[in-house]
């Protein structure tokens, strides 16, 4: 089992399999709850059926024994005991309800107002009323018809002496008849009278087939009567299943309130309600099946639509759309992978993109530059083994994981690629000359960041685009140190110009023939708490890259500004500071003269003390953008040097155009070994052009006095180098150079 079914398992199968399980287990309880709150309310309702029979026939004995009652109170108050004239009147008020009513004499002859005539002393009912002269309700047998009937005797008095007893018989039939069943279940119910021995005194059905003696004790299965017996004896009601002949029935009872010996027995078979409750659990079994298959169908389109939105967002994340290659985070994942899977195995990443990529997509358009991207892909997809990966980063930059046995062979395996790529028919005719650019990093097994390597092969492609005699640069361990470096430097520049650790330093200018200081440049030095002083070539660089050269300058700049104020202060005698802005800040002159203006404000200074320097090699990339921004710097009053003059291709075009107050020669023409003739003509001559032209001239880089005594002759009497003095902090410039004295 692999572990894409195992994750499957665990993330669907279980899932579900639970749900389902708690979905039944759910319904099974709530299908218990209602089966038990629907047997609770037809024992409820047995339960008052049983009592509202129990009512009746209560109320039908009492109404009827209370009418024997008022007969015998009536009786009672005659004179004399006269049983003809008590005959002729019970006749007259003979009530309907009684089967037979009539006088008992105390020797227990019986005369009926029907005109039989029997003798009831051998009966228990007459034993027991001779024995206690107290009204008498019992079972028997009728005389005459042989049925179950109440008997009732009440006692006759005359002259405060028993002369007998008003006798009466109540049919059971007629009883049966009034019983009040449930309406739910009136054909189903069968309704008996027993008394607390549990004999069954009136009532029919299978009960009575059933029973031995009509006696519901008797029943082979007394267990189930137990509860029923216990609540005769306590005189209680209730409702209780019981089973007899295998099926199952709900018996409840309840006594006659003003009889207590007497219950009313209700049974209905239990199946009558249990129909109900399957029907019931057949329901719910029925909507719990349609909620499963609802939650299953419903489940199974969300996870046809999850995967179809993971697809497009696996296809968005992980193939090109423009190659239907890999993405840079495909590759990144199977780069991983393939490392893991051949530890034996040596990889080298190699990075490359098309050089001027943007000048084919303006000449031929986005359509063939995109053909050509693809093309590239299906000889890389076409040309690697299965154990060699790539991906189209972004644009036009490719990169991909070589296997190897050797530096060589990944030369070898460039090259043979590059010449495939390289030819390319767009359908009309070939693109002409166009090259890539490739970085190699050979993959260090100690290396664990996949991102870390990939910013490696980059940083080996930046160095072979930068060198135009190398199209493979390889990356090594000085590349990787310089790297370290440069990511050290940039982690603290922010907080290091914050903290103050660049500091201003001056180099001053000097009159060749009055050897004295009429100026000078500031510089910055980079005082490092863990490194000391940090040389300018490590950081400026690197800041020119990175923009941050436009934080420094403006930093510079006021620190010069601040610095020409305080001396100013001070009554010291000023001279001009030239201020270096790199050709970065002159690419948004909007935003550079702004922060000039808020910087130079702050302080009350002359404008003609700050000298704005730039280099020759700035104003042909911007040239636009320099001549505003230098004409808005004349215009706040700065003067403008233009700094390494002569190394640029169009020096002499320039001094026409922009508002220059000074050309600063470049040391190169110092450092040639040529003192010949033609060497002093070519700076004599550009001397004389300049100064004709009305601007200033300075040389730098000076450092011997033959040099100071050559520009002397040729004119150039302004100079800067080692001769004179290193750039130095601002404190050892005002303690050496004498033009700081107090005015």
Same mark, same amino acid.
């Given at each position: 089992? @692999?572990?894409?079914?195992?994750?499957?398992?665990?993330?669907?199968?279980?899932?579900?399999?639970?749900?389902?399980?708690?979905?039944?287990?759910?319904?099974?309880?709530?299908?218990?709850?209602?089966?038990?709150?629907?047997?609770?309310?037809?024992?409820?309702?047995?339960?008052?059926?049983?009592?509202?029979?129990?009512?009746?026939?209560?109320?039908? *004995?009492?109404?009827?024994?209370?009418?024997?009652?008022?007969?015998?109170?009536?009786?009672?108050?005659?004179?004399?005991?006269?049983?003809?004239?008590?005959?002729?009147?019970?006749?007259?008020? +003979?009530?309907?309800?009684?089967?037979?009513?009539?006088?008992?004499?105390?020797?227990?002859?019986?005369?009926?107002?029907?005109?039989?005539?029997?003798?009831?002393?051998?009966?228990?009912?007459?034993?027991? %009323?001779?024995?206690?002269?107290?009204?008498? *309700?019992?079972?028997?047998?009728? *005389?005459?018809?042989?049925?179950?009937?109440?008997?009732?005797?009440?006692?006759?008095?005359?002259?405060?002496?028993?002369?007998?007893?008003?006798?009466?018989?109540?049919?059971?039939?007629?009883?049966?008849?009034?019983?009040?069943?449930?309406?739910?279940?009136?054909?189903?119910?069968?309704?008996?009278?027993?008394?607390?021995?549990?004999?069954?005194?009136?009532?029919?059905?299978?009960?009575?087939?059933?029973?031995?003696?009509?006696?519901?004790?008797?029943?082979?299965?007394?267990?189930?009567?137990?509860?029923?017996?216990?609540?005769?004896?306590?005189?209680?009601?209730?409702?209780?299943?019981?089973?007899?002949?295998? @099926?199952?029935?709900?018996?409840?009872?309840?006594?006659?309130?003003?009889?207590?010996?007497?219950?009313?027995?209700?049974?209905?078979?239990?199946?009558?309600?249990?129909?109900?409750?399957?029907?019931?659990?057949?329901?719910?079994?029925?909507?719990?099946?349609?909620?499963?298959?609802?939650?299953?169908?419903?489940?199974?389109?969300?996870?046809?639509?999850?995967?179809?939105?993971?697809?497009?967002?696996?296809?968005?994340?992980?193939?090109?759309?423009?190659?239907?290659?890999?993405?840079?985070?495909?590759?990144?994942?199977?780069?991983? +992978?393939?490392?893991?899977?051949?530890?034996?195995?040596?990889?080298?990443?190699?990075?490359?993109?098309?050089?001027?990529?943007?000048?084919?997509?303006?000449?031929?358009?986005?359509?063939?530059?995109?053909?050509?991207?693809?093309?590239?892909?299906?000889?890389?997809?076409?040309?690697?083994?299965?154990? +060699?990966?790539?991906?189209?980063?972004?644009?036009?930059?490719?990169?991909?994981?070589?296997?190897?046995?050797?530096?060589?062979?990944?030369?070898?395996?460039?090259?043979?690629?590059?010449?495939?790529?390289?030819?390319?028919?767009?359908?009309?005719? $070939?693109?002409?000359?166009?090259?890539?650019?490739?970085?190699?990093?050979?993959?260090?097994?100690?290396?664990?960041?996949?991102?870390?390597?990939?910013?490696?092969?980059?940083?080996?492609?930046?160095?072979?685009?930068?060198?135009?005699?190398?199209?493979?640069?390889?990356?090594?361990?000085?590349?990787?140190?310089?790297?370290?470096?440069?990511?050290?430097?940039?982690?603290?520049?922010?907080?290091?110009?914050?903290?103050?650790?660049?500091?201003?330093?001056?180099?001053?200018?000097?009159?060749?023939?009055?050897?004295?200081?009429?100026?000078?440049?500031?510089?910055?030095? %980079?005082?490092?708490?863990?490194?000391?002083?940090?040389?300018?070539?490590?950081?400026?660089?690197?800041?020119?890259?990175?923009?941050?050269?436009?934080?420094?300058?403006?930093?510079?700049?006021?620190?010069?500004?601040?610095?020409?104020?305080?001396?100013?202060?001070?009554?010291?005698?000023?001279?001009?500071?030239?201020?270096?802005?790199?050709?970065?800040?002159?690419? @948004?002159?909007?935003?550079?003269?702004? @922060?000039?203006?808020?910087?130079?404000?702050?302080?009350?200074?002359?404008?003609?003390?700050?000298?704005?320097?730039?280099?020759?090699?700035?104003?042909?990339?911007?040239?636009?953008?320099?001549? $505003?921004?230098?004409?808005?710097?004349?215009?706040?009053?700065?003067?403008?040097?233009?700094?390494?003059?002569?190394?640029?291709?169009?020096? *002499?075009?320039?001094?026409?155009?922009?508002?220059?107050?000074?050309?600063?020669?470049?040391?190169?023409?110092?450092?040639?070994?040529?003192?010949?003739?033609?060497?002093?003509?070519?700076?004599?001559?550009?001397?004389?052009?300049?100064? $004709?032209?009305?601007?200033?001239?300075?040389?730098?880089?000076?450092?011997?006095?033959?040099?100071? +005594?050559?520009?002397?002759?040729?004119?150039?009497?302004?100079?800067?180098?080692?001769?004179?003095?290193?750039?130095?902090?601002?404190?050892?410039?005002?303690?050496?150079?004498?033009?700081?004295?107090?005015?």
């Amino acid at each position: 089992m @692999n572990n894409k079914f195992k994750n499957r398992i665990f993330t669907y199968i279980i899932p579900i399999f639970v749900i389902i399980i708690l979905i039944l287990i759910g319904f099974s309880v709530s299908i218990i709850e209602v089966n038990q709150v629907i047997t609770k309310g037809n024992k409820s309702v047995m339960v008052k059926a049983s009592e509202n029979n129990s009512m009746f026939i209560n109320y039908n *004995l009492k109404d009827n024994i209370q009418y024997m009652k008022q007969i015998s109170g009536i009786l009672n108050k005659l004179n004399d005991f006269k049983k003809d004239d008590i005959m002729n009147f019970l006749k007259l008020e +003979e009530k309907k309800d009684f089967l037979t009513t009539g006088i008992v004499s105390n020797d227990g002859t019986l005369s009926c107002i029907n005109g039989s005539i029997s003798n009831i002393n051998n009966k228990n009912y007459f034993k027991e %009323w001779k024995k206690t002269n107290e009204d008498i *309700l019992r079972v028997d047998t009728d *005389l005459k018809t042989g049925e179950k009937v109440f008997i009732y005797i009440t006692s006759l008095f005359c002259n405060n002496k028993i002369q007998g007893a008003l006798y009466g018989t109540l049919s059971f039939k007629d009883i049966e008849k009034a019983f009040i069943s449930n309406s739910k279940f009136y054909q189903q119910v069968e309704t008996y009278i027993l008394d607390k021995n549990g004999h069954i005194l009136i009532g029919s059905g299978q009960l009575l087939n059933i029973l031995e003696d009509n006696n519901i004790f008797s029943y082979n299965d007394l267990n189930d009567f137990e509860i029923l017996k216990d609540d005769l004896t306590n005189e209680k009601d209730d409702s209780i299943f019981i089973t007899l002949n295998k @099926n199952k029935y709900i018996l409840s009872y309840s006594k006659l309130n003003d009889f207590h010996e007497y219950y009313v027995l209700s049974l209905i078979d239990a199946s009558n309600i249990h129909e109900k409750q399957y029907r019931i659990t057949f329901l719910m079994t029925i909507l719990a099946s349609f909620i499963i298959l609802i939650f299953l169908a419903l489940l199974i389109y969300i996870n046809l639509y999850r995967n179809k939105k993971e697809k497009l967002i696996k296809d968005i994340a992980f193939i090109d759309d423009i190659t239907g290659g890999k993405t840079l985070t495909k590759f990144k994942m199977d780069l991983k +992978e393939l490392l893991q899977v051949n530890r034996g195995s040596s990889y080298a990443l190699v990075e490359f993109d098309i050089v001027r990529f943007k000048i084919i997509n303006d000449i031929w358009g986005y359509k063939t530059g995109n053909l050509l991207l693809k093309h590239i892909s299906d000889i890389l997809n076409s040309k690697l083994s299965h154990e +060699e990966i790539f991906c189209r980063v972004r644009d036009d930059l490719f990169i991909l994981l070589l296997k190897h046995n050797g530096e060589n062979e990944i030369i070898n395996k460039i090259n043979e690629l590059d010449r495939y790529m390289r030819f390319f028919d767009r359908g009309i005719k $070939e693109i002409p000359n166009f090259s890539l650019s490739y970085g190699v990093y050979v993959v260090d097994r100690t290396e664990e960041d996949i991102n870390k390597m990939i910013d490696n092969v980059a940083f080996a492609r930046e160095t072979s685009k930068s060198n135009c005699n190398e199209f493979i640069g390889f990356y090594d361990i000085q590349l990787q140190s310089k790297l370290i470096q440069q990511k050290q430097i940039e982690d603290v520049m922010y907080s290091a110009l914050k903290n103050r650790e660049f500091q201003l330093y001056l180099q001053p200018k000097y009159d060749i023939n009055l050897k004295r200081c009429i100026g000078a440049e500031a510089l910055v030095r %980079w005082n490092n708490p863990k490194r000391g002083l940090i040389n300018p070539i490590e950081f400026i660089p690197l800041f020119e890259k990175n923009g941050f050269i436009v934080n420094l300058d403006m930093f510079i700049f006021e620190e010069v500004c601040s610095k020409i104020d305080q001396w100013k202060k001070n009554n010291i005698k000023l001279i001009p500071i030239s201020v270096n802005i790199s050709r970065i800040n002159l690419k @948004n002159v909007e935003h550079f003269i702004r @922060n000039i203006n808020s910087i130079f404000n702050k302080y009350d200074i002359d404008p003609s003390l700050i000298e704005i320097e730039i280099t020759e090699s700035a104003i042909f990339n911007h040239y636009d953008n320099i001549l $505003e921004a230098l004409l808005r710097l004349k215009a706040i009053g700065f003067s403008i040097s233009l700094d390494d003059f002569g190394t640029g291709l169009s020096s *002499l075009n320039i001094l026409k155009d922009l508002p220059i107050d000074t050309i600063k020669l470049d040391r190169e023409f110092l450092n040639s070994k040529d003192s010949s003739k033609k060497g002093k003509i070519v700076i004599s001559n550009i001397v004389r052009m300049v100064k $004709e032209l009305d601007l200033n001239v300075i040389c730098e880089g000076v450092e011997t006095n033959e040099q100071a +005594e050559f520009l002397s002759g040729l004119g150039c009497n302004n100079a800067q180098g080692y001769l004179y003095a290193k750039p130095m902090p601002v404190k050892d410039f005002e303690e050496k150079e004498l033009i700081f004295q107090l005015i």
